[in-house]
């Protein structure tokens, strides 16, 4: 490698962000030499067809629909990747590293599942492995973890991680608009994808919470330990309460830390409308992040897009060549400091919102209230209206906290209650006090 | 320096930084052997009295009033600078530096004077010198604009710096407190001094914004180049008269790039309720930074105490401690890219705000707006009412952009008008459109 030369990138992936990514290279080239000392050249790029009209400009030899092209290039010293997808990609990656290329990737999905093998891999091989752009798009959200607050406590993270569910819940909750039709307007717009599963039912958030618990918490977490609740069974009536109540509804990731122990959840819960995520918009992103020294911070920006995600991957770039100009690749990777430990349902505790029907009848209230106080659990709000030509009553209740357990036990015993007709919805209540 | 056993740094000032300091080292011991692969110790701390009771536990032989102890102790690698001040400390970093030892400094007074100077003699020397904390206490904007934002050009960075004024703005915006008395609340808590004048003139801010233009835009940057204005001349009027034109009145640091020219100024400014910067409220502090690639972005924390500062100052303490593993101190600072260029007053563009008294005749209305519409300046909103008791009218106006050159200009001639009894107050009004 010859420092007055250039240095040369090969890329897997020629759509939205590895457009984005040839672009910042090409326009940001008199900065990238004046930080690395040399010029960065996009040298292959895998696509699946050589032919198709593209954004921007390529020349046809860069191009190649042969991965071993790319990823065998002895010329080529980092491999980005930003073609998506799982399996496939996790052996090109692993074999990218065999061959001792350093790997910058924006896939949180590879990173959520297989994250711990790659990283490991990376370190056996002396490689830098960086994947900022996987959460949170264009916010520097690792990093800050990683070295902002390197010498603080991490000890809870809530994150607005996914721009289609913030979009959607915030068009319902500004104009009314129901579900499928801002679904189909987020769809037209770009923001939502023709399935939007992933999104919806919160497995996109899922996958950045595990990643961010496993970099703040210092501990190795896997997918399946993050419980994952999606927006689609969420109300105009639920929304509507919420706001009369003083909150936000909004799609949380939330990662929390209780002595040795955590939790990690993706689910819609109620936020104080002076909470600061309570006033991110859109298709925005944003961590909130607490330390036990530093106390409240957040960091804010757009979570997706081809751009903003191609100005994360292209930081990381940066890193690499850095790193290689220092001779230090594959030593900035920290392997976990603790063992995993998961919270057991009776040490989650929150405060919850619930929205019951009751048979509009003498004591009714009272039988209701005293599940709750039975198990020690006590109000922080109540209403109760009458439903219009029903026999029926509407009763909303915020709890104060509650375990997991508790709550779910109540809400059993509520749903074999008599003079409840149905349990219509509930919510988790976060972001009041402190922690 | 042997790795196998501990890694001593010497500490100038045990204040409430400084017993932060101290305490995070301690508390986070654990984390710190993870991270680095052994302890770390404050030996030696230069205090002006030896005999003051401390917050902290500190033995007394680790306590001195003589800096050449510290500084020039051989076991000592790294010195840590909570002390303030400006000429004397320059003489003892540099001191510091000339001995080899890396700097962590918190001192934001220090680093827009001297920051260059420091800066070239650590990179002389192989040394780190990081000032993390100097900027915006506990959130790492530093950081963030030079490695996770690495790959973009950074155009705009508007910030909320200083938690004195931005406490104050939200008491007398959200209660109508009267200026005097919030600055003795403020006092009383703990978050402006007891001389403000710092603070409430906008140096504090403008040393900040010194640091972080010459960061965002890798071009120096002198304190003498931010012009400056505080919040004392802001009265209950204009804070009503802008809620009422859906703005929030904050202390605004601006540090704007158009082409290969900067401006970078501190002033009461108006920023629309939705601008994510509006809703920073009380002693909070926030940076809001628009890169060409990433679009918006905001970082958000606390902006000073003892613990978040400290945080960051331990932080910074970890990449030195990082760099002294692997070897490569004093390799990260990187020169200026760019030639300072400072835009002309018909170069800076910005909406003003501007209230005056008319007298309440014919023909007033016109002779007033002509002086506007000759430059080619239109308005946006037009506010005009009668005053009590009076032959006067107010008229509140907010143009459309204007160059500074044009309204310094039309303001002249404002006052020379007869029909113009007082301009009452102006101010820019920012955040409307994306730049």
């Known amino acids: 490698m010859n420092w007055l030369e250039s240095i040369s990138v090969g890329l897997l992936g020629l759509g939205t962000v590895g457009s984005g990514v040839v672009k910042i290279i090409e326009d940001h080239q008199d900065k990238l ?18 032919n198709k009209k593209r954004d921007v400009h390529v020349e046809p030899s ?13 010329d080529i010293d980092v491999i980005i990747e930003v073609m998506g997808g799982i399996e496939q990609t996790r052996e090109y990656l692993l074999e990218a590293l065999n061959r001792k290329k350093h790997v910058v990737t924006a896939n949180k999905d590879l990173m ?34 990683v070295d902002g607050l390197a010498s603080d406590r991490i000890t809870k993270m809530m994150g607005i991680v996914n721009g289609t569910t913030n979009f959607i819940l915030t068009k319902m909750s500004k104009y ?3 579900y499928e039709e801002v679904l189909k307007e987020a769809q037209r717009l770009g923001y939502a994808e023709a399935d939007p599963t992933s ?20 501990m190795e977490v896997d997918l399946e330990d993050v419980e994952v609740k999606g927006i689609t069974d969420i109300t105009q009536e639920d929304i509507d309460y919420s706001k009369r109540l003083g909150y936000t509804m909004k799609l949380i990731g939330i990662a929390h830390r209780s002595g040795d122990k955590i939790e990690v959840s993706v689910q819609p819960a109620l936020l104080p409308d002076h909470h600061p995520l309570a006033s991110v918009q859109d298709e925005y992103n944003a961590v909130y ?25 292209v930081s990381d770039l940066v ?30 505790f929150a405060q ?60 059993m015993e509520l749903r074999d209650l008599q003079v409840v007709k149905e349990v219509k919805s509930t919510y988790r209540v976060e972001g009041n006090g402190l922690l």
Chains 1, 2 share one sequence.
Request: hydrophobic share 40%.
């Open 33 to 50: 030499i004046h930080l690395i000392g040399c010029p960065v050249k996009v040298k292959k790029i895998l696509v699946q067809n050589t």
């Open 352 to 411: 919850y919102f619930l929205r019951i029907h009751v048979e509009d009848q003498v004591g009714a209230f009272s039988k209701i209230t005293s599940l709750f106080s039975d198990r020690g659990v006590s109000f922080e709000k109540i209403l109760q209206l009458p439903l219009k030509n029903k026999d029926l009553a509407e009763i909303v209740i915020v709890t104060h906290k509650a375990s997991k357990k508790d709550f779910e036990e109540i809400l």
């Open 289 to 313: 992040v607490y330390g036990e020294a530093v106390g409240e911070t957040m960091f804010y920006g757009p979570g997706a897009g081809s751009l903003p995600t191609a100005t994360a991957v």
């Open 319 to 348: 890193g690499v060549l850095k790193n290689m100009r220092l001779g230090v690749n594959g030593r900035s990777a920290v392997a976990p400091q603790y063992q995993k430990q998961l919270k057991a349902p009776e040490e989650i």
């Open 199 to 218: 999104d919806v039912e919160g497995l996109d958030a899922a996958r950045k919470m595990a990643i961010l618990a496993r970099l703040g918490f210092s």
């Open 112 to 145: 959520a599942v297989y994250g711990t093998e790659l990283l490991k891999k990376a370190t056996d091989n002396g490689c830098d492995l960086f994947y900022e752009a996987s959460v949170a798009g264009g916010i520097p959200i690792l990093r800050t973890l």
């Open 176 to 178: 009314g608009t129901p």
């Open 62 to 74: 860069q191009l190649t629909t042969n991965v071993h092209e790319v990823i065998e290039d002895p």
